[in-house]
């Protein structure tokens, strides 16, 4: 099960975290009370420039001097703070979230194209893998990711999403069946600029996982979800393809249609699955991935898992249900369903 | 002094109430077990092979067979095949020759793999349905891509992709070659090729030109011999592949008794007549890793870098490594030939003794290929001792692109497995060129019997595909997480990086 939900303003305009709660909880029929969570972009104006680091430590005393000189070791804190929380009776704190402003040493990386998302990359894997306590759970400039195991409105309160603003967000309900209560395990997803909400199971996730490894990434968060943003962090940020040939790599057409295709669209489809077979996602899915400039919706090849689409003015909506995309914008002027494999995508305007 | 007769392998014995002497059981067997004298037939088990042809054609089911009629006293150690490779040797001499594959007790890890299937979190995929993609390239794949928008808009490729074979289902025919098997038995591998679209091998026994119809769905070989190489045969061929080794004889040559070398396998692999065609062990031009690049590199020069060439190894113990610095010479495939895999002559000892199971040796290759992030420049063929569409699944969910099978297309086609290959009297018509005998098999009902079998695993697979929740090959491949071990020791599921049951 699991409800997503995304929304992007093309202009740019913030909408604080009050709608997309309350929107969120239409779908708590599609979650367990087990796992929410929001992510906000152009959420720290004020420390745009800086990767910000939101951190579950275990307990502050054993671990934070440890992940503070990790951190030294590759550049700059230019603030930390423990993130604000608010007491919910339905929601046990076990972890204390915390958030740095950091800023990578790019000389520390010099043989790269991308130092500083090199850095944070290398420092997210290996902080994780490492399991000491605390665990990087996003990563992004002028990014937020909140997340706990708790229904969606218990969430939002614990962390008042409503005193967030940004352009784009993308919330979800979780209904888990691997790592239920374990706050690193709810959605979304984050490194880097990407961000990734998810329903569904992905079936080719050891042949993802195994891909994707051989690039250096490590699946450490015990779910299929995090390949997700991996793939497409490889793709787009490091290979260079767009959002939508992105996705026509993990979600591509069936052979029967890429056949019949004209000779030069066919070759580039015939190439996308030669290239990229291990990355294609196989089971039912349906998924919502973003990054500073975009947001895109999709699902699996056959459409196992519902997604739709929705546009008002400057702002596109994608949901698991249109009764979650009405609830926050009740104005709204075009619902659709989107065709399996057919993105959903929305793009700030230059 | 003399060792005396070893006891008799196998017992045949006929129920005279039904036996009405109509004597094709005497027709059909070339080893000469049966004969008539007087109004009786009279039976020599010890000419037996247990090939079944007589019990396949007597028609009263007469004729019955009884394996070791005769015990030795049981040891856990001196058995049976030790004991009576001992009494052989000391009469001979010589080394033991043996066919078909290794005849070992040692489990095969196949069987200790079981698949997944979706239940509830995630709905299985009905293949009747919905639609479940097998095709198959093989080849070398872009690691990444170039790709540019036109002026109009249009999206247009310009990285330049390697020839790749197209088939439509990740199960292809071993290299056997005419001479080993025969003309009909080629013909009928070769029609359900086609028929299923797949390919198959020439083996190293050169291209006979009735089987220029089927050309674009074979791979030509070029092994240490070079047995019926020229231009023409490399021309005609869908692909090239160079044997280095093979499964059931890793690190020696082969051998084609000159008995096997008729008029027209002579002209074939352009040897004369009723000459014994020995390939050599290594070939005498690839002495290193960069001399098999220059071969690989001389074929596709020939061929005009229009056909992949594919390598095949023996999977021996630095098998990984070798499928890595194959990898770096420019060939399209690496075939990995498991100890399991068969042969129509091999010693005894290399058969039983030498290589490893290849469900191994695809787990170490596939993931030296991943470390090294060289996957995508090769395919990877798994071959030897695949028996079912399950294993092909496991071989394919272990790192495998795509098989080989070998074995089970001749067993579609008659074969009984009884082993004697090397000796050229196949009553099956298969391993044989004697005329009598090859007329058994009609090309025509061999290839429908070889393309039921494929059709049928291939059925089977997207069965169990959809079971997983998978509508798409590149989704299996290599998907560990789909299998687990079952009373597999730790470092052996380490090896194969699976999980054991109930994990």
Known sequence: MCGIIGVIDRRKEPMDGLRIKKALSQMNERGSGEGAGYAVYGVYPEYKDYYALHVFFNNIHETKDALDATLEQWGRIVHDEEIPTYEQPNLRKTHTPWRYFFKPDKKLMAWSKSPEDDIVTYLVMKINAERKGSLVFSSGKNIGVFKASGWPEDVANFYRIEDYAGYLWLGHNRYPTNTPGWWGGAHPFNLLGWSVVHNGEITSYGTNRRYIESFGYQCTMYTDTEVVAYLIDLLVRKHGLSEELAVKALAPPFWDEIDIMAPRQKMVAKALRLAYGSALMNGPFAIVVANQESMVGFTDRIKLRPLVGGTCGNRVFVSSEEAAIRAMEPDIEHVYMPRAGEPIIGKVIP | MSIGAIPSRYRIRIDRDQCMLCERCIESCPYGVFRKNGETIHVDSRKCTACHRCIAMCPRDAISLLEHPIDYRSHPIWTREVRESIYNQARTGKIILAGMGNAQPLPAIFDRLLLDACQVTNPSIDPLREPMELRTYIGKKPSRLEI???????????????????????????????????????????????????????????????????????????????????????????????????????????????????????????????????????????????????????????????????????????????????????????????????????????????????????AAVDQKLRDQGIRNEVSLIASGGIRESADVAKAIALGADAIYIGTASLVAMGCRVCGNCYRGLCPWGIATQREDLTARLDPREGSVLVSNLIHAWTLELSELMGAAGINSIESLRGNRDRLRGYMLDEGILKVLDVKPVGA
């Open chain 2, 148 to 362: 540019r928008r036109t002026p109009e808009g249009d999206l247009d490729l310009v990285t330049e992709l390697a020839p790749n074979l197209e088939a439509e289902t990740p199960i292809l025919i071993a290299h056997m070659s005419y001479g080993a098997i025969s003309l009909n038995a080629q013909k009928s591998l070769a029609m359900a090729a086609t028929e299923v679209k797949t390919f198959m091998g020439t083996g190293e026994g050169g291209l006979h030109p009735s089987l220029y119809p089927y050309q674009d769905r074979m791979i030509v070989q070029v092994a240490s011999g070079r047995f019926g190489v020229d231009i023409n045969y490399l021309e005609r061929g869908a692909a090239i592949e160079i044997k280095i080794g093979q499964g059931a004889k890793p690190g020696i040559g082969g051998h084609l008794p000159g008995e096997k070398v008729d008029a027209d396998v002579s002209a074939t692999r352009m040897i004369p007549v009723g000459s014994d065609a020995i390939s050599p062990a290594p070939h005498h031009d690839i002495y290193s890793i960069e001399d098999l690049k220059q071969l690989v590199r001389g074929l596709k020069e020939a061929t005009e870098w229009k056909k992949p060439v594919f390598v095949k190894i023996a999977a021996v113990h630095n098998v990984a490594a070798i499928a890595a610095g194959i990898a770096r010479s420019s060939a399209d495939a690496v075939v990995v030939d498991g100890f399991r895999g068969g042969t129509g002559a091999a010693p005894r000892v290399f058969r039983d003794q030498v290589g490893l199971p290849i469900e191994a040796a695809i």
